[in-house]
């Protein structure tokens, strides 16, 4: 039976920090692949749009230069996915950038591999009218006219081209968008061990010491694998692995307990076993990998649908607590009568904390009973900012001073936490691709670039 390959994964998202007596625990186990997961959709569509990371650049710097020098010292490459947070070019340069600084202020020589992931806009148009593009649930068939609003398209790569660079011995990976488990599994499977076991494992590194108990997105976890079969293992005495843990956290994103599709096929679960090795360490079997015919990756885009200005306020009066759904439609009657000849296109929106401002619709109790106060968060999304501002004031005032029945007091209906009120976010964004494309090749698509970076003092 051949050595177990190791990998210490740093933390869910490359920013997001982790203990430097976790690494260092992670390190005594001598792993020969230190990987992170550097992005994700989840912070909403407006960091790929707009080609800005959702993650600190100082965060992510600290991160990456622990993870360098030690990769470099001992001799194992360092790769990162999603760079950036989203993958697009501009992710992907703003992350080079921080790792050239490390390489120059630590005197490190690095042989840097990067993997684009952007996909240019007439390939695309290529792609859609040959009928190469379809609609991933609940997305709408995509349309040349949604395509050319899209500011960036990248496209979730699968191991292939993280093979493809690792033949050339970089010291660390850049990459792309990535689908999230291949920067812990394209080592691994390069060197034989089974693809689905290396994905699988994949899937609860990319999350790091979420999958343990209890869960944290800023620590480490360390991963095994071996002839059929891998290992979890937390790396603070705090965290312990349990079937549960890793079992939940298989299911974590997914739609079909069974089934994790990804680039080119999906796993499947379905004969997997999750077994309590020791205390802290779970041992996985049993899971297969079913290739997909054509190859397959996901597309993700982002288009500008406008500007935003909100405004957060609070209100303790029962009074108007219990009258707040005649109140608000009393205020989008007075907005919509005040502007009604601006030809204003707007949408107002109102979040109300402490009844159903996070779940919104989908709150199973919304009442108010029992709630002593309400936070509001007044949304105004229009063509310009000028415009969203504009709406955003006038809701702002009017329900400031919006006379309800029984009210007691006239000098104004809402605390403000903030002076100035109305705070101007900008762009707004929307996911206007969200599809699955088919390739012939999966390396192809994501061009390579190898940099030799000389270090030196600053």
């Not at 979420?210 to 002839?227: E, H, K, L, N, V």
Request: glycine residues 10%.
């Amino acid at each position: 039976m051949r050595e177990e390959f190791r990998i210490l994964a740093t933390t869910a998202i490359l920013g997001y920090g982790f203990p430097l007596a976790s690494f260092e625990a992670g390190l005594a186990r001598n792993p020969h692949l230190i990987a992170v997961d550097g992005g994700s959709t989840d912070p909403g569509p407006y960091y790929l749009g707009a080609g800005v990371s959702f993650t600190d650049r100082g965060a992510v710097k600290r991160d990456l230069e622990s993870m360098i020098r030690a990769g470099v010292e001992r001799k194992i490459p360092v790769i990162v996915g999603t760079a950036g947070g989203s993958g697009a070019d501009s992710h992907l340069h703003w992350c080079r950038e921080i790792v050239e600084e490390i390489a120059q202020e630590n005197n490190l020589p690095l042989k840097l591999a990067l993997i684009r992931s952007q996909l240019d806009k007439t390939f695309l148009q290529n792609a859609l009218s040959a009928g190469a593009i379809t609609p991933l649930d609940p997305a709408p068939p995509l349309t040349q006219e949604a395509l050319a609003a899209t500011t960036n398209v990248v496209a979730q790569m699968g191991v292939e081209p993280f093979i493809e660079a690792l033949d050339q011995n970089p010291d660390i990976i850049l990459a792309g968008r990535a689908y999230d488990p291949v920067c812990f599994a394209a080592l691994p499977i390069k060197q034989g061990y089974d693809p689905a076991l290396s994905l699988h494992l994949g899937k609860i590194l990319e999350c790091a010491a979420i999958a343990a108990t209890p869960g944290s997105g800023s620590d480490c976890m360390f991963g095994y694998i071996g002839d059929d079969y891998f290992r979890v293992e937390p790396l603070n005495p705090i965290r312990k692995c349990t079937t549960l843990s890793v079992a939940a956290h298989t299911l974590y994103e997914k739609s079909n307990p069974y089934i994790l599709p990804g680039p080119g096929g999906h796993l499947d679960l379905t004969a997997c076993q999750f077994i309590q090795e020791t205390e802290s360490t779970v041992r996985v079997t049993g899971t297969t990998f079913v290739s997909k015919i054509p190859y397959t990756v996901k597309l993700e885009g982002a288009a500008p649908v406008g500007y935003r200005t909100v405004s957060i306020a609070g209100t303790r009066d029962p009074i108007m607590i219990a009258q707040m759904d005649d109140i608000l439609a009393g205020i989008r009657e007075r907005v919509a009568d005040n502007f009604k000849d601006s030809d204003l296109d707007y949408h107002l929106h109102f979040h109300i904390y402490g009844r159903d401002g996070v779940m919104g619709e989908l709150e199973p109790n919304p009442s108010t009973a029992g709630s002593h106060e309400l936070g509001i968060v007044i949304e105004a999304t229009a063509a310009t900012q000028e415009q969203a501002d504009t709406i955003c004031a006038f809701a702002r005032s009017t329900m400031l001073h919006y006379g309800y029945e029984g009210r007691r007091a006239t000098a104004g209906n809402l605390a403000f936490p903030y002076s100035p009120s109305d705070l101007h976010v900008g762009a707004v964004y929307e996911f206007s691709v969200y599809h699955l494309l088919e390739i012939d090749d999966p390396i192809r698509l994501f061009p390579i670039e190898y940099v030799t970076l000389p270090g030196g003092a600053v």
